[in-house]
Structure formats: C-alpha cells, structure tokens
C-alpha cells in the first residue's frame, strides 16, 4: 500500500527564514510526485510534479526536489503570503490513484 | 472562470437524510473525482470518472454513489446520510491519469455537517 508522511506537521517561520518540508513516501514504482498548496477554506492548487529522483522544479521562493525516499519543498527567504498547507502526493505506476499526505501547515510571520 | 465548481459550500444535514454534491468543470477533462478531507487523515479519494458513463471506486466509497452522463457534471449522492460523513468534500478534474496529466484542478469545496 503506497503511504506519504510529511513533517513537521506545522511549522512556523520568521519572514526571510528559509527552511524545507519533507515528504517521505513508500510505493511500488513511482509514477510522479506531486506537490500542492492549500489556503484556508480553499482547494489544493497544484504546484510541481516530479517523476524521477535527482529531478528538482522550481517556482518563485520554492524548489521541490526528489530522491528515491523523500522529496523536499525547500523555501527560500519566505514571505506572509507563502503561508499555507503544502501537500504531498504520489501516484504509483499500474495504478490510477493518487495518495495525499496529511500536509504541513506553514505560517510565515512579518 | 474556468475550473471546478462545486455546490453547495455548506451544507448541515439530519442523520439519514439523502442530499447530492454537485460538481462541474468547463475544461473538458477526461478523468474526474471526489475526495474527502478529514483533520488527520488527509485526502481519501471516493469516487472517481475516467469518462462520461464510465465510474469507479475509490478508498472510501460507502455511503456514496456517482454517475457521469456528461463530461462536466459528475455529482456524488449521499444515500442515507450518517455523521461520519462530516467532512469537506473536493471534487477534482484533470486531463487523465497518467503523471504527466495528473494535474488536478480542485474546486472550492463542500464542508458537510451531519447532526
């Protein structure tokens, strides 16, 4: 059965703090990673999909990497508006579904 | 706008009480979905379309039924609504299923309470 855990389960960052999130993730084949971002009382809204390890996507202050374990959302010098909760994904090869992480809920504070 | 959208935003409904989520998308995307969100437990999916007349189960598909007549419309049914049916429910749209398609577009939610 794939499984995705990621941590912190929340983190909280002063403004220009850079840090990283992890995905640690099990499946049969990896197919693709996916990332997405997640406002209050919003849907998730896709960011990144990486489908082999050594593979890095980059989009404004984030960069998502992956290896054969983990992926890493690393973020650099954040902003307020960077708060969210940043979900992980795969997706195993044979197979359709889409198995999502709990998510990690990140606060950036000015 | 295009994208998902879905109906209604809230909903409180009385324990054995049936109700339909709606959800429709204006790209004309092949594969479709409902998930649904629980703190802890993150997205289980429900659900799910490949295509118009074409439905199959996801991880947690009791209590619910969907049909797809169309390519945009993919409504979930709640037979006999029981509280651990409280949850935020998500449908999702996207070109197709294999990685390079399955970039989901979420719509906006349904947060369901079932007394």
């Known amino acids: 059965e794939d499984q995705v855990t990621q941590s912190p389960e929340a983190l909280r960052l002063q403004e220009g703090e850079s840090s990283s999130l992890n995905c640690s993730y099990t499946?049969?084949?990896?197919?693709?990673l996916f990332w997405y971002r997640q406002d209050p009382g919003k849907g998730p809204e896709f960011l990144f999909t990486l489908y082999s390890a050594g593979e890095e996507k980059e989009k404004e202050r984030l960069k998502a990497t992956l290896t054969k374990k983990e992926s890493f959302l690393h973020i650099t010098a954040p902003k307020p508006e960077d708060s969210a909760t940043y979900l992980c994904?795969?997706?195993?090869?044979?197979?359709?579904?889409?198995?999502f992480g709990t998510g990690t809920k990140l606060q950036v504070i000015p | 706008n295009a994208g998902v959208t879905q109906t209604p935003k809230f909903q409180v409904l009385k324990t054995g009480q049936s109700m339909t989520l709606q959800c429709a998308q204006d790209?004309?995307?092949?594969?479709m979905s409902w998930y649904r969100q629980d703190p802890g437990m993150g997205l289980r999916l429900i659900h799910y379309s490949v295509g118009a007349g074409i439905t199959d189960q996801g991880e947690v598909p009791n209590g619910y039924n969907v049909s797809r007549s169309t390519t945009e419309d993919f409504p979930l049914r709640l037979l006999s609504a029981a509280p651990s049916q409280t949850s935020v429910y998500f449908c999702?749209?996207?070109?197709?299923?294999?990685?390079?398609?399955?970039?989901?577009?979420f719509g906006s939610g349904t947060r369901l309470t079932v007394v």
């Open positions: 994904a795969v997706q195993a090869w044979g197979y359709q579904k889409v198995t």
């Open positions: 499946v049969s084949g990896l197919r693709g």
């Open positions: 999702a749209s996207s070109r197709g299923q294999g990685a390079t398609k399955v970039r989901y577009t």
């Open positions: 790209m004309n995307h092949e594969y």
